[in-house]
């Protein structure tokens, strides 16, 4: 804790922050900041030796020529058209160049995921037998798009193609939402009323503590799981609803409650209804790793567990309001990625980032990705871009074993050209791969068979994979003389790069290439030095 506290101190000592804001910390759930914010968007071989020492490319092996793992992701939201479709209705060509002009944005920016909320609210932007299409897609809930197309599946083909992973992002209770227009038939609100209550605010919430509403949200996930080729299953922080939905009442949950104590339950309402969802996370969590192991199971929980954890930090209690125990999940390894949505600046009193981010990293006890959700919304001036590239630097130099991060939301990377080109030219000038989840996989894919000709000036890399279909990126690393290690990432259906022989005004020769296949949790190949000559 020293030498964090040292860490933290130098840190913030060496950093330019443009704000010092003392402002209370919003009780504004990540989804709803930016509701206003629109979308901009043959010649012989070459001689080779092989050098038969092989050199294993494992995560943080001090041998790999590159460290290049970086979780770099941004979520793209459905509900209120906050991000995606850009209204409710477009025909399906105007929705598919939408989203492939968002996915061509994180591809040519260096990301490689996207989070993708399919169930705004008990409803689907897929093709769902379990709950009915979204108003958000076409304008009336129920109605399939016209012509019809399966959104989801055209997601993720578009992401894979570009690699990008794709996690599908669902709010596991909400059951309608303010901006949902009129309540179908097909709502659960009319087809299992048991389950939900309304707020005083106009939203309809189902139930946690109901076993038909555990039931009903975890068939969805693994339906989700069953039938579509997603990389994880996201959660943000939407447990019981914030009190502000409820004019700041308690929860109506009042026949659940005597239900539970006529049965002899003796908890506390709070752990009561903390049990409820304790239960349900863990439940989907088993059911995921059941089903397809590699799917990973992501969870996004506002940025501060309780009040005085750090002693320094004030603000929202998410264990005693959204009955949420964030640190228990995280403790307990119910989660293989953890993004607390840390939302507030560098300096801010009672809310600093890296003083939380320190926090909730010293009860990764399970050491599962811990990658924070970062608010790029701002201005877009010089103060918003340097606060925006400092938080990323600091979760760097915090998070050295598995960096990343989660930006809400593409909609202002979009808007500020300006903070794009700084992430572009800056941290995320080169593309990076998802950090491996030991966990779930520790075997490494075999090595590609590789093969180099000469063409003029060029140096042809070819190369095969028995596996190939189980193979979902290329890593093509190349050494010029007196030069350090160099990489470029490939995406599934390459099998060929092509390099310059002889660089730079020193007519640096190219020396040593490598290239590894990489499988679907981020497990790299075996790397083969092969010196040319």
Aim: hydrophobic share 35%.
């Amino acid at each position: 804790m020293k030498l964090r506290s040292i860490f933290l101190f130098l840190v913030l000592s060496i950093i330019l922050v443009s704000c010092k804001s003392t402002q209370p910390v919003p009780e504004i759930p990540s989804e709803e900041i930016e509701t206003k914010d629109t979308l901009a968007a043959s010649k012989p071989e070459v001689s080779s030796e092989v050098k038969e020492e092989m050199v294993g490319i494992t995560p943080w092996d001090p041998n790999t020529p590159k460290n290049i793992e970086e979780f770099r992701a941004a979520w793209v939201a459905t509900v209120a058209n906050i991000n995606w479709p850009s209204t409710p209705g477009l025909p399906t060509s105007e929705q598919q160049k939408e989203a492939l002009e968002l996915l061509d944005y994180l591809e040519n920016n260096n990301f490689n995921a996207v989070i993708f909320q399919v169930r705004p609210q008990a409803d689907a932007l897929y093709d769902s037998k379990l709950e009915p299409w979204s108003y958000y897609l076409t304008g009336q809930q129920g109605k399939a798009p016209e012509p019809y197309y399966d959104p989801l599946k055209f997601w993720i083909n578009a992401a894979h193609e570009r690699g990008l992973e794709l996690h599908v992002w669902l709010n596991p209770y909400r059951a309608h939402h303010t901006t949902g227009k009129e309540i179908s038939e097909k709502s659960v609100i009319k087809t299992n009323p048991d389950l939900v209550v309304e707020l005083e605010n106009g939203m309809w919430w189902m139930d946690p503590a109901q076993k038909g509403t555990q039931d009903l949200s975890s068939a969805v996930v693994m339906d989700l799981v069953k039938r579509y080729d997603i990389d994880g299953i996201h959660f943000d922080d939407y447990f019981y609803p914030y009190d502000s939905y409820n004019n700041g009442k308690d929860f109506p949950d009042d026949r659940s409650w005597r239900a539970y104590q006529a049965a002899g339950g003796e908890l506390s309402r709070g752990d009561w209804r903390r049990e409820s969802v304790n239960t349900f996370i863990k439940r989907v969590y088993n059911e995921i790793k059941a089903e397809k192991p590699h799917v990973k199971f992501g969870l996004s929980p506002f940025g501060i567990w309780r009040p005085g954890y750090p002693e320094s930090v004030t603000g929202y209690d998410q264990y005693e309001k959204l009955y949420a125990d964030a640190r228990l999940w995280l403790n307990e390894g119910w989660i293989d990625y953890y993004t607390p949505q840390l939302y507030w600046k560098i300096s801010q009193l009672g809310q600093s980032f890296p003083e939380l981010l320190g926090w909730w990293q010293s009860e990764n006890t399970k050491q599962r990705h811990l990658w924070p959700g970062m608010n790029v919304g701002g201005e877009g001036d010089q103060m918003h871009i340097t606060e925006v590239i400092n938080q990323i630097m600091i979760t760097r130099g915090m998070l050295p074993k598995s960096k990343g991060a989660v930006h809400w939301s593409i909609g202002p990377l979009l808007k500020h050209k300006e903070l794009s080109n700084a992430l572009r030219e800056g941290p995320y000038r080169k593309k990076s791969l998802v950090p491996p989840s030991p966990w779930l996989d520790n075997e490494s894919p075999k090595k590609p068979q590789v093969t180099t000709r000469a063409e003029n000036d060029r140096l042809v890399i070819s190369w095969e994979h028995e596996q190939a279909d189980a193979v979902f990126r290329w890593v093509v690393y190349f050494k010029y003389e007196e030069g350090n290690w160099d990489y470029k990432i490939l995406s599934r259906d390459a099998r060929s790069q092509n390099l310059q022989r002889i660089v730079g005004d020193q007519n640096r020769k190219l020396e040593k290439i490598g290239v590894t296949a990489v499988d679907r949790t981020g497990n790299q190949s075996k790397f083969k030095e092969i010196l040319i000559k």
